[in-house]
Each structure stands twice: as structure tokens, then as C-alpha cells.
């Protein structure tokens, strides 16, 4: 399913000859178009013709307009059930064009290119296509697998640092849910480089893999791939609504300092432990202020999670570090309690 690049792009070229599709679209938007694209194209080899789509960046274009928008642009190309679509971008790219392509004459194929760290480690990996709508994170989307994902590493190079430090929450949370070893990699370094964070890249790609695969359509072990979302889905949704979006790594890793204090008000944790993992967190992530927001705002953006089931907040929450359990009911007064331990941080 995932294979690493070579600088000559030779197993993506190999693979679309095996593959023989009538037609290949490209989707990217305006900073892979400029930063990525080149190296694509300049490493391509085929007879297939190919279109390229650009679309701008960002997290505010993933929605259901959009998705129309590609739609049309498909029909428009003449799309077949035989066309592939490439997806060169981060989350929103592989989210949103995913989606396109696996309604689109109920589904052509999709290959996935992520170019940020966390597409390479997370977003790209598990076939969740998905859509905002409402201000609500993914409440839109299907399961539908990429044909493969290719990574080139280099392309870490292209991006911001916060960027970057986005994705590295996603393998913070890799660490923490399932590979204590990885988190201690993980914190044991100094600065966030594209260099120091290339040899634990493939760990956490890994990591989700193999809970994807014994649990693909989200109905055990994969829920614990949550861990920090609930609470980071609902602060990121927040931020976005005021004008003010923050980047999906910094909503996690947020998330991932209330729910490390849910578990420890839960008692599945000690309280030793959970202060070792949010000091670590915040020599990565600085505090956010979300005193703004109310915890009735909040709460009711946590109950519209795709996992809630019968009203009621389901948590996966850590036993240990490299530990997680799933399905966690827990009491309003407790997740009160840790959005509250959030605010009284010191910046």
C-alpha cells in the first residue's frame, strides 16, 4: 500500500503502467503546484494524457462547493471509470480529493502523494475521504481505499515549519496510543527538522497502517487513532468559525493535553505520567488561548464526533504511554474539569 519514492518517481511510474488507466488527473493546490508539481512532472513517464487541477490552499476550501466544483471539472475532462486521479498535496488534498473521486460515477481510482508531514503520516494513510460542512470536521465522507500512496521524503523540505510541526502531533499520538518507544524517540529530539524527524517517519506510517488493517471501518482498535481529536476537532472548528484557524497539529496536540488529563481524572492513568506527557507536548506546541470559547460551545461540538453513538461523547483515552482504550464514557463534570486544567495553563 505505501512505497517510498525514489528520486526518479520509478515505482509510480512502474505502477500506472501496471495500472493502465484511460486518462490521469492531477490535483494540487497552489503551494504543491508550485513547490511539488515540477518534480512530479519532471520525473513522469507515460503515454496516458493528463490534466492538471489547481485549487487554493487551505482547510476553509474543504467543502462540499469544492467538491462539486471537481466534479464538474471531471465531467468537463471527460472522466472515466478507467481515469485515476493523483492526489499531490497534504490532508486537505487527499481528504477532499478522495472524496471527489470515490463519488464521483460512484468511484474511480485515486492515488495518494501526500507532501506534508502529516498527509505522509496520517491523513494520506487509511482510506477516510472526507469533507467539512457546518464547521464540523470530516462530517462528510466516505471509506475508499487508495489503488497506493507514495512518499517522497524530500518534499518535507518545501514546507513552514509550522507545517511541519503540524504533523509531528499525529506521530506524537502514534507514540502515545501504541509505541512507547516511538514517543520517546520522538521527545528525545532537540528541533523540529525535516532531518531529525525522516528516520521515525516510516514508524508512524506504519503504526496507522497496521491499526487500519484490523480495523477498517472504524469499529474497534481504529477508534483509538482519536485519541486528542475530540476535543481537538471541536477547539479547531471553534477556531475556524472566528476567523481564526489554527493548524490541525496544534488542535491535536491540544486535544491530546485534555484528554491526557480526562484519562488521569478517569484514573487510567497516573498523575506522574500524564504531567510527563502535556510538559512534552508543550515544549512542542505552545499554549493556545481558548478562554473565548465557552464549555458549553465546546461540549456541543464534541458530541457531533463521527464515533459518539446514542448522545452520548465517546473518548479513547490512555492506559499507559503506548496504550489507549476506546469507547470511554465519561462524566460532563470531567470533561469540564480537563477543558478548565487546559485554560489555567501558563502560556
Not at 460542512?133 to 471509506?143: A, C, E, Y
Not at 524530500?154 to 506524537?172: H, I, N, Y
Not at 483509538?224 to 488542535?251: C, D, M, R, W, Y
Not at 491526557?260 to 492513568?269: D, K
Request: hydrophobic share 45%; glycine share 6%.
Amino acid at each position: 500500500m505505501i512505497s517510498i519514492l525514489d528520486q526518479n518517481f520509478s515505482q509510480l511510474n512502474e505502477f500506472l503502467n501496471e495500472l493502465q488507466p484511460s486518462q490521469i488527473l492531477i490535483l494540487v493546490d497552489e503551494n504543491t503546484h508550485e513547490y511539488c508539481l515540477p518534480k512530479l512532472l519532471g520525473n513522469l513517464v507515460t503515454d496516458v494524457s493528463f490534466e492538471i487541477i489547481e485549487i487554493e490552499a487551505g482547510e476553509a476550501l474543504k467543502t462540499i462547493e469544492t467538491a462539486t466544483h471537481l466534479w464538474e471539472i471531471f465531467a468537463e475532462f471527460a472522466a472515466d471509470r478507467k481515469s485515476v486521479l493523483l492526489n499531490v498535496g497534504g490532508g486537505v488534498i487527499t481528504d477532499l480529493g478522495g472524496f471527489a473521486a470515490s463519488t464521483y460515477k460512484r468511484g474511480i481510482s485515486f492515488i495518494n502523494i501526500p507532501t506534508t508531514l502529516l498527509g505522509m503520516c496520517d491523513a494520506s494513510i487509511g482510506g477516510k475521504t472526507g469533507i467539512d460542512h457546518l464547521f464540523l470536521k470530516n462530517i462528510v465522507g466516505t471509506f475508499a481505499t487508495p489503488e497506493k500512496i507514495f512518499v517522497f521524503p524530500d518534499f518535507l523540505q518545501t514546507l513552514p515549519f509550522a507545517e511541519l510541526r503540524s504533523g509531528f502531533a499525529e506521530m506524537l499520538k502514534h507514540g502515545l496510543i501504541a509505541d512507547e518507544k516511538h514517543w520517546n524517540d520522538l521527545i528525545a529530539l532537540e528541533n523540529l527538522t525535516p532531518e531529525n524527524i525522516a528516520p521515525f517517519l516510516e514508524t508512524s506510517m506504519l503504526i496507522k497502517q497496521n491499526v487500519v488493517e484490523k480495523d477498517f471501518k472504524e469499529q474497534n482498535i481504529r477508534k483509538t487513532l482519536n485519541f486528542g481529536h475530540t476535543i481537538g476537532h471541536a477547539v479547531e472548528s471553534l477556531f475556524l468559525q472566528k476567523g481564526k484557524p489554527i493548524t490541525h497539529g496544534e488542535a491535536v496536540a491540544l486535544g491530546m493535553i485534555c484528554e491526557t488529563h480526562l484519562s488521569f481524572l478517569e484514573n487510567l492513568i497516573r498523575e506522574k505520567t500524564a504531567i510527563i506527557i502535556v510538559n512534552n507536548i508543550l515544549r512542542f506546541f505552545p499554549y493556545l488561548p481558548i478562554t473565548e470559547f465557552s464549555t458549553d460551545e465546546m461540549i456541543t461540538l464534541m458530541k457531533n464526533d463521527k464515533k459518539n453513538e446514542a448522545g452520548n461523547i465517546n473518548f479513547s483515552l490512555l492506559v499507559g504511554i503506548g496504550e489507549c482504550k476506546f469507547d470511554c464514557l465519561v462524566s460532563a463534570r470531567n470533561i469540564t474539569y480537563a477543558l478548565h486544567y487546559y485554560q489555567n495553563l501558563t502560556a
